[in-house]
């Protein structure tokens, strides 16, 4: 578990947009990074979509969004275009 102010362990992953995710390239950038069990299931839409609505808070704050679960990237891919995601 981290805490505010911890250093994020270095990390890598591919993005549903063909991008890559990298903890090293944000490094000295806000970003927020959240985790959910798994697209198009109740909670974790309800979830995505409140980031989604927020995503301008985020950014006038100075910081990027991404969310993180298990399933694959084309599951990634429809879940961001059912629910007009405007984050990685």
Avoid: Q, W
């Avoid at 991404?66 to 084309?74: A, H, I």
């Amino acid at each position: 578990m981290l805490n505010v102010g911890d250093k994020v362990p270095e990390l890598t992953a591919p993005l549903h947009d063909g991008k890559e995710f990298s903890t090293t390239k944000l490094s000295g950038k806000p970003y927020v990074i959240y985790f959910y069990p798994k697209d198009f299931t109740p909670g974790c839409t309800k979830e995505a979509c409140i980031f989604r609505d927020r995503r301008a808070d985020i950014i006038e704050a100075g910081a990027e969004l991404f969310g993180v679960s298990l399933d694959g990237l084309e599951k990634h891919k429809a879940f961001a275009e059912s629910y007009r995601l405007n984050f990685r």
